[in-house]
C-alpha cells in the first residue's frame, strides 16, 4: 500500500498519526520531512506545509488540508493543479466556532470589560438592563461554519442574516447576496460576523466603507482570515465610534507582533487563531474515510472548488 505524508505546522503530527491508526492500522504515515520515496506518496495530509513541497511528490491523488481554510495551501503557486484538494468540515469544529462567537456576541453586549474593571474597584453598579432585542447578526460566510452558527444564534434567540456567494434557504434567517445585498444586509446588522474564506474577492472586505454601512455604535467579530480586515480601518472606526467594540481571532500577522497595538486595545477582545480547531477524536474518521474514497477512485468529500478557491 503507499504511504501518507503529513505535516502539521509546528506541531508533532505523532498524536494524529496515534488515532488515525486507531481507525486504520494499515495506514502507513510519515510525517513530513522524513516521508521516504516521493514516490510511494499518494497522500498529503498538511497544515502550513512549506511551499514546492507537495510539486516533489510525483503520485500524489489527494491533498487534505488539516484546517477548514485552505489558504495556506493554494497560496504555493507549486500546487499540482490536476490533484484534488479536501478540507476538513467537522461538526465539533463548527461547534466550537458557534461557541466562540456566542461568547463573544454576548461578552459584547453584556460589557464584561467594563463589569470586570468595576469589579477590580468592587464597585456594584448594575445600571440599565441589557436589550437582548436590538442584536442583529449578520454572518459574512454561510457556508459550513457560517450556516451552523446562523442557526445556533437564532436558537439562542437572536435576529440573524447572511451574506454568501449563493442564496441559502435556511429556516429563520435572511439570506443576501451579491454587493447590492451586502449593502442591505449590514443597514441593519450591529453584531457583524466573518466567517470568509481567504480568496482575492475577501481581501480588504471589512473596512471603514463597509463599516460606514452598518448603524453607528455596531460590533465587529472576524474568525475567517486576517487580511480581510484593514486593521488601520478598524482603529479609526473604534475612536470615531463607528464601530464600538472587536472580537478577532486571526490577524494580518500571526503570531501578532509585541509591537501591534491592538495589543493595548481595550476595545477589542483578542484570541490566538484558536477559535476553533481541528480535533483529531472528532475528525479522524472523515480523514480516513477520504483516504479510502480516494484510493477506490472515489471523489473526497469536502472537495474544494480550486476555480474559487475555498
Ligand atoms: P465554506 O467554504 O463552507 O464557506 C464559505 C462561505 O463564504 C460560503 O457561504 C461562501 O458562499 C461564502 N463566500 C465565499 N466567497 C464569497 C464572496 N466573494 N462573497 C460572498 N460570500 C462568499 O467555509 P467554512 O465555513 O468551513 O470556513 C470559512 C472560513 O473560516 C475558512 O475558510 C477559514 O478561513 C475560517 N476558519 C477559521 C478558523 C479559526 O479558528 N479562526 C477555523 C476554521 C475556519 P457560498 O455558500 O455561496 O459558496
Ligand atoms: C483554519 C483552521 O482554517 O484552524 O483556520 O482550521
Redesign the pocket.
Known amino acids: 500500500m503507499p504511504n501518507i505524508m503529513i505535516k502539521l505546522g509546528d506541531e508533532s503530527a505523532e498524536s494524529y498519526i496515534k488515532a488515525l491508526n486507531k481507525v486504520d492500522p494499515t495506514l502507513n504515515i510519515l510525517e513530513w520531512p522524513n516521508y521516504g520515496d516521493p514516490d510511494e506518496i499518494d497522500v498529503a495530509m498538511v497544515w502550513k506545509l512549506p511551499h514546492g513541497e507537495l510539486s516533489k511528490l510525483p503520485n500524489l491523488k489527494l491533498v487534505i488540508s488539516m ?5 495556506h495551501v493554494l497560496s504555493d503557486p507549486g500546487y499540482p493543479k490536476d490533484v484534488p484538494l479536501a478540507r476538513v ?1 467537522d461538526p465539533h ?1 463548527a461547534r466550537s ?1 458557534a461557541h466562540w462567537f456566542i461568547m463573544n456576541i454576548l461578552r459584547l453586549h453584556r460589557e464584561t470589560n467594563y463589569y470586570d474593571s468595576l469589579r477590580i474597584k468592587k464597585i456594584w453598579a448594575p445600571e440599565r438592563a441589557f436589550d437582548t432585542d436590538s442584536i442583529c447578526v449578520g454572518i ?7 450556516g451552523y452558527l446562523a442557526k445556533m444564534l437564532v436558537n439562542i434567540g437572536l435576529q440573524v442574516q447572511g ?4 442564496p ?1 434557504n435556511l429556516i429563520g434567517i435572511r439570506s443576501f ?1 451579491g454587493e447590492d445585498g451586502l449593502v442591505e444586509m449590514l443597514k441593519t446588522t450591529n453584531y457583524l460576523a466573518c ?5 482575492s ?2 481581501k480588504g472586505i471589512l473596512n471603514m466603507g463597509l463599516f460606514e454601512k452598518m448603524p453607528k455604535g455596531s460590533f465587529l467579530l472576524n ?3 486576517g487580511n480581510q480586515l484593514v486593521e488601520e480601518d478598524l482603529s479609526m472606526a473604534l475612536d470615531n465610534g463607528q464601530i464600538k467594540g472587536a472580537a478577532l ?2 490577524f494580518i500577522d500571526e503570531p501578532m507582533p509585541e509591537s501591534h497595538p491592538f495589543w493595548d486595545d481595550q476595545r477589542i477582545i483578542i484570541t490566538p ?5 481541528v480535533f483529531i477524536p472528532s475528525a479522524a474518521n472523515a480523514f480516513v474515510e477520504n483516504i479510502k474514497r480516494v484510493r477506490l477512485g472515489q471523489s473526497p468529500k469536502g472537495l474544494v472548488d480550486l476555480n ?1 478557491g ?1
Open positions: 484546517a477548514a481554510g485552505v489558504d468540515t469544529m466556532m459574512m460566510g454561510l457556508g459550513y461554519l457560517g451574506w454568501s456567494r449563493t441559502k447576496t466567517l470568509l474564506p481567504n480568496t474577492a475577501t474568525a475567517g482570515r481571532d486571526v487563531h484558536h477559535a476553533a480547531e474559487v475555498y
